[in-house]
């Protein structure tokens, strides 16, 4: 850190200097015009960005050392997140095959990109999306529609023995990545350009928050997806009815605890937070209580036992993650009592307004 006293000119104006260094790294020009941000902690922000634009950057890929399309798949993934507006693929020869499947697979887990140009050497990706398109809180309310309407199709097609739709709950955890991997990338946009928090309604502060959120319902989905995995070995195993239905009861319960986590960081409210504590410790024990009756209503299937205890462990793994997001809650809730933290944070969008 430079340390650079403050001067007094003109009798009313206060001036500093700005490190050459630094001027020099931003191309900064005799007369140009700087940004300058306050943020929440009192510390101001000045930066060479002042129209909210994301920056021009390009990353290129050279397929000369790269023969797999997986590991090009997780080059192009990283690149997106890490927030390069434009990916440039290039190769020595005609492009491969397998380069090809790679881009596909990207623009299909990926939002806003579009193979721009092609070349038989090269290929261009761009990035169509405006950052302030898609506000953290609405990604947040998405992701959580998505997983609730995933965990009740999962136990709906265990009851009705459905392994297509349990097979279809596994595939639309893709649009919870897709989803999750969007805010990872708003979020390294804003840690580079932190004037995009105007045009985001969102200071780095907050989009901490909302990205530790994000991580927490991510791991959620996958949870979600391991229940599904079980139905499906479960469905030409004999059951009984109740087993569908104690499951029903228990997915139920376990995605009201985690909606209400939701809400309570949507919200900010932490004695929310701290009453869906409470709730966990009784809903472990009401997940032990109804495992005995399940392994029971299971008669003896070696394989039908495994699966009901890998799905019982999983419902208490989400609502585990609730814990984690009444956590994260709580102190978002602290910060946001800061009057300056909340003229920058928007509530979550309401989910109900977002099903369809």
């Given amino acids: 850190m430079e340390i650079r006293k403050v001067q007094k000119t003109g009798g009313a104006s206060y001036i500093i ?5 630094w001027v020099k790294a ?69 492009i491969p095959s397998f380069a090809h499947k ?15 140009e092609e070349t038989e050497k090269s290929m261009t990706i761009k990035d169509l999306l405006n950052p302030g398109e898609m506000p953290f809180e609405n990604v947040i309310s998405r992701m959580h529609v998505i997983i609730e309407g995933m965990l009740n199709d999962a136990i709906y097609a265990l009851k009705t023995k459905d392994r297509e739709l349990a097979e279809d709950v596994i595939f639309r955890d893709r649009d919870v990545n897709k989803l999750y991997w969007l805010m990872s990338r708003q979020y390294n946009l804003l840690l580079r350009n932190v004037s995009l928090s105007h045009e985001m309604g969102m200071n780095v502060e907050t989009a901490l928050h909302y990205m530790q959120i994000a991580r927490v319902i991510e791991r959620t989905g996958d949870q979600v997806v391991q229940i599904a995995e079980n139905v499906r070995s479960m ?3 004999s059951t009984e009815k109740k087993t569908s239905e104690i499951f029903q009861t228990l997915a139920a319960e376990a995605m009201e605890i985690f909606k209400a986590g939701v809400d309570s960081f949507c919200n900010r409210n932490v004695t929310q937070s701290q009453q869906i504590y409470e709730r966990i410790g009784k809903y472990y024990r009401h997940c032990d209580e109804s495992s005995k009756q399940l392994i029971e209503s299971a008669g003896g299937q070696t394989a039908g036992i495994i ?10 793994k989400i609502v585990e993650y609730t814990g984690v997001i009444c956590e994260s809650a709580i102190n978002y809730g602290i910060m946001a009592q800061d009057a300056d933290a909340d003229t920058n944070a928007a509530p979550c969008a309401d989910p109900a307004n977002r099903r369809g």
């Fill in 17 to 21: 200097s700005l490190p050459k260094d």
């Fill in 26 to 94: 931003s191309k900064i020009q005799k007369n140009d015009p700087l940004g300058l941000i306050g943020q929440p902690d009192g510390s101001l922000t000045i930066t060479p960005h002042i129209h909210g634009k994301v920056a021009e950057r390009v990353k290129i890929i050279d397929l000369k050392d790269i023969d797999d399309c997986e590991y090009l798949y997780r080059l192009l993934i990283a690149a997106y997140v890490t927030g390069f507006s434009t990916i440039k693929i290039t190769t020595p020869s005609r």
């Fill in 102 to 116: 790679a881009v596909r697979m990207f623009i299909q887990a990926s939002i806003g990109q579009e193979v721009s």
């Fill in 235 to 237: 469905i030409f195993l």
């Fill in 307 to 316: 699966s009901i205890a890998y799905i019982i462990d999983n419902l208490k």
